[in-house]
């Protein structure tokens, strides 16, 4: 069986990082995925998924150096459910993507492309972008 989380998208706010009793680091963020789509009217619509993430040990100190409000991020992890008894003494689930692998997709100062997604800034290159809408000389049967 297989549990597992990918997302690329941006940081709502810093990362807010806790060190436990045992020494343990733990940092918990959110982030946002976006999808756009047209709706019944052919209006373009954009949705924005709001996804909470905890990142533990190694993984929390990295988010509390490398990542800030507004950061393009990519996370894989695992969706964790779990429930706990508040202070009112009121039972609350959370669902959470525990992160297992994080990176920064933001570029850095005076590097060079630190990641592998092209931006408006790097060189043109042969590619053509994908342009859904028919054409008049396709030639396939569906």
Known sequence: MINKVTLIGNLGK????RKLENGASVAKFTVATNESYKDKDGNWQSLTDWHDIVAWRNLAEQAERTLKKGSLVFIEGKISHRK????????????????????????????????????????????VPFDPSPSADDDLPF
């Open 84 to 127: 706990y008894t508040d202070s009112n003494n009121i039972e609350r689930r959370v669902t959470e993507i525990v992160a297992q692998t994080l990176k920064s997709l933001d570029r850095r100062e005076g590097g060079g492309n630190q990641n592998s997604f092209p931006s408006t800034n790097d060189e043109p290159s042969s590619h």
């Open 14 to 17: 810093d990362p807010e990082v």
